[in-house]
C-alpha cells in the first residue's frame, strides 16, 4: 500500500501550502496501532485472498446453487469473486500478479445477475481503473457501463432496490446499489438526478423518529421494525450521496457578498437526526440494535465519517476505535472470516488511514456555506496524484497535536471568527511548529476580512501581510497557475509563507 510521505504540490492556491512539513498519516490511530501494523495486516490479508483463489481466477459462489431462491437471496453467481477483487483492489494488489490477471479477467467476463454483485464490482473496477493500461480500461468501462445500465434500470418506482430487480425492494440492496452508481460516476458523467432523487425520497419516508433505520423492507412485518446500526450508518451515507449529487453548489454563486442558500432543510434534518442516532447509540463491540455483521457496521460508520469529515462520533475517535478492534480480531491466516468480510475489513483500514490534507475548521459563526469545497478539492488531488486524500472537521478547542493531523488548516469564513485568547496562541503555536494556515473570505466577507487582519497583527506582530510575488512558488508548483491568478496575502517568516489569505473567494469554485 502507497503511503504519500512527502510533499506534493496541488491545485491553485494548495500549490505552495504544502512546501511546508509532510503530509500527516491519519492521526487516528492510537499508539497501540500503528501505520506500520496497519499495512502489515492490509498485506497478511491481500495474501490471504490471493492464496484461496482457484486455478481459474474465480473464489467460487456465495450461495446454495441449487437454491429454489435464486431469484433473490439464496445464490449469488460471482459473488465472491466481486467481494475478493474489491478487498485485493483496495489493497493495491500488484495488477502484475499472475493471480490479479485472473481475478481481473473472471470480474470482467462475469455474467452477473445480482444488484449486490453489479454493485461491489462496480466499486472494484473503480479502484482498480486508475492503474489499469489503457486497453483495459476500455473493457471496464464497457463493463461499468453495463452494471450502471443494469443497476438504473433495476430501480423501483419507489426509489429502493432488491436483490434481483423484481419484488420488494429495502435498504440494504439500495445503499450498496447507491454507492455503486456513485463510485461509477467519478468516472462517468453526472447520472441521471432522478436515481438519487428517488432514493433520497424513500429514505425521508421511513426514517424513524428516532433519527434511525431498520432493513426498510416494504412488507408490514418488516416496516415495525426498530431500527439498527449498520442500516442506520449506511442510510446516512446514502443521503449523503444524494445532498452531493442533488445539491452540491449549496451556497454559490456568491451574490451581494453573501453565499446563497440552495439546499434542502429535511434531508440536512435527517442526515443529522441520523448522525445523533449513530452517536447515542455508539459500539465497537457490536452491530448496535442488530447484532452480527461488525465489519458491515465499521465500514457504513466510516463512509458517514469520511463524507462528513467528522474525526468523531460524539467522544469516540470512530477509526482509532474501530482499526484496534480489527486488528485485535485478525485471524492468524489474514482473514477476518468470510471473503465478504475481510473484503470490507481491508476497505476499512485503507480508506481510513488515508493521508489527511486539510482540518477545516469550524466555529461559531458561518464557517460552512461551501459545504463540499475541501471534500471535492481532496477528492481531485487524490485523482491526480492516484491517491487517497482526505480531510476532516475539527474544531479550535481540541489540542494544536490534533490541529497536526494535517498540514493545512482551512477556515472559509463569512462571519468574523471569535477567536478566544487561548485560541490566539493555538494559532501561534500551530504555525510555529510547522502547521500552515489558509483563510478565506467566503464571498469577500469584509466581516470576516477585517476581522482576520486584526488577528493577523495581534498573533504574527513581528511579520507583515504581503500580496505574494508573482514570483512566489505558489505559481509555478506541480500545475502552473497561467493568466489572471488571484490577488492572494501571505505571512513570510523569511522561510516559508505559513499563512496564505484570500480577500475574494475561491471555495465555490472547488464546491462547484
Not at 88 to 114: C, F, S
Not at 155 to 177: K, R
Request: aromatic content about 10%; some cysteine.
Amino acid at each position: 500500500m502507497t503511503i504519500l510521505k512527502t510533499a506534493f504540490p496541488a491545485a491553485a492556491v494548495c500549490l505552495a501550502l504544502l512546501s511546508g512539513p509532510a503530509l500527516a498519516q491519519n492521526a487516528a490511530a492510537p499508539k497501540a496501532v500503528t501505520a506500520e501494523q496497519i499495512d502489515a495486516a492490509v498485506q497478511r490479508a491481500v495474501a490471504y485472498l490471493l492464496s484461496i483463489q482457484k486455478d481459474d481466477g474465480t473464489w467460487g459462489y456465495y450461495g446454495d446453487p441449487n437454491s429454489k431462491d435464486r431469484s433473490e437471496s439464496g445464490y449469488f453467481e460471482h459473488g465472491l469473486d466481486v467481494c475478493a477483487m474489491m478487498g485485493l483492489a483496495y489493497g493495491e494488489a500488484d495488477l502484475k500478479d499472475e493471480k490479479m490477471k485472473k481475478g481481473l479477467k473472471v470480474l470482467l467476463e462475469a455474467k452477473i445477475d445480482k444488484n449486490y454483485v453489479h454493485a461491489v464490482r462496480t466499486i472494484a473496477l473503480a479502484k482498480l481503473y486508475p492503474r489499469l493500461d489503457r486497453e483495459t480500461q476500455e473493457l471496464a468501462l464497457k463493463v461499468l457501463k453495463e452494471d450502471v445500465e443494469w443497476t438504473l434500470k433495476a430501480q423501483h418506482a419507489e426509489g429502493d432496490w432488491n436483490y434481483s430487480g423484481t419484488g420488494m425492494g429495502e435498504l440494504s440492496n439500495t445503499q450498496m446499489a447507491l454507492l455503486g452508481l456513485y463510485e461509477a460516476s467519478t468516472i462517468f458523467k453526472e447520472l441521471p438526478n432522478d436515481v438519487w432523487q428517488k432514493a433520497m425520497d424513500r429514505y425521508l419516508k421511513i426514517q424513524k423518529p428516532d433519527g434511525g433505520w431498520n432493513y426498510g423492507h416494504r412488507s408490514e412485518i418488516h416496516a415495525s421494525k426498530p431500527p439498527y446500526g449498520s442500516m442506520t450508518a449506511a442510510a446516512v451515507a446514502s443521503l449523503m450521496i444524494a445532498r452531493d449529487k442533488l445539491y452540491g453548489a449549496t451556497g454559490c454563486p456568491c451574490k451581494g457578498g453573501k453565499s446563497q442558500r440552495r439546499g434542502n432543510d429535511l434531508l440536512d434534518k435527517a442526515i443529522d437526526s441520523g448522525i445523533q442516532w449513530m452517536i447515542k447509540n455508539f459500539k465497537t463491540d457490536d452491530n448496535p440494535g442488530r447484532g452480527g455483521y461488525l465489519d458491515y457496521w465499521f465500514f457504513s460508520c466510516e463512509r458517514v465519517g469520511l463524507a462528513s469529515g467528522m474525526k468523531y462520533f460524539g467522544t469516540y475517535d470512530w477509526y482509532r476505535e474501530f482499526a484496534s478492534v480489527l486488528l485485535a480480531r485478525q485471524n492468524p491466516n489474514g482473514s477476518w472470516g468470510h471473503i465478504s468480510d475481510t473484503a470490507l475489513a481491508i476497505a476499512f483500514l485503507v480508506k481510513g488511514r488515508n493521508p489527511i490534507l486539510f482540518n477545516k475548521i469550524q466555529f461559531d459563526g458561518q464557517w460552512n456555506n461551501h459545504p463540499r469545497d475541501i471534500a471535492n478539492l481532496a477528492s481531485y488531488l487524490g485523482k491526480q496524484k492516484e491517491q487517497g486524500i482526505q480531510w476532516q472537521v475539527i474544531n479550535l478547542d481540541v489540542p494544536v497535536t490534533e490541529w497536526h493531523d494535517a498540514p493545512i488548516i482551512y477556515f472559509s469564513a463569512e462571519t468574523a471568527v471569535p477567536f478566544t485568547e487561548e485560541q490566539k496562541k493555538k494559532l501561534r503555536e500551530y504555525t510555529d511548529t510547522g502547521g500552515t494556515i489558509l483563510f478565506e473570505a467566503s464571498c469577500g466577507s469584509r466581516a470576516a476580512m477585517t476581522a482576520w487582519e486584526l488577528v493577523c497583527k495581534e498573533v504574527w506582530p513581528e511579520f507583515e501581510l504581503k500580496v505574494l510575488d508573482k514570483d512566489h512558488p505558489l505559481w509555478t508548483a506541480d500545475v502552473p497557475v497561467r493568466g489572471r491568478q488571484p490577488v492572494l496575502f501571505g505571512l513570510n517568516d523569511g522561510v516559508r509563507t505559513f499563512m496564505f489569505y484570500s480577500k475574494t473567494d475561491l471555495s465555490c469554485a472547488w464546491n462547484t
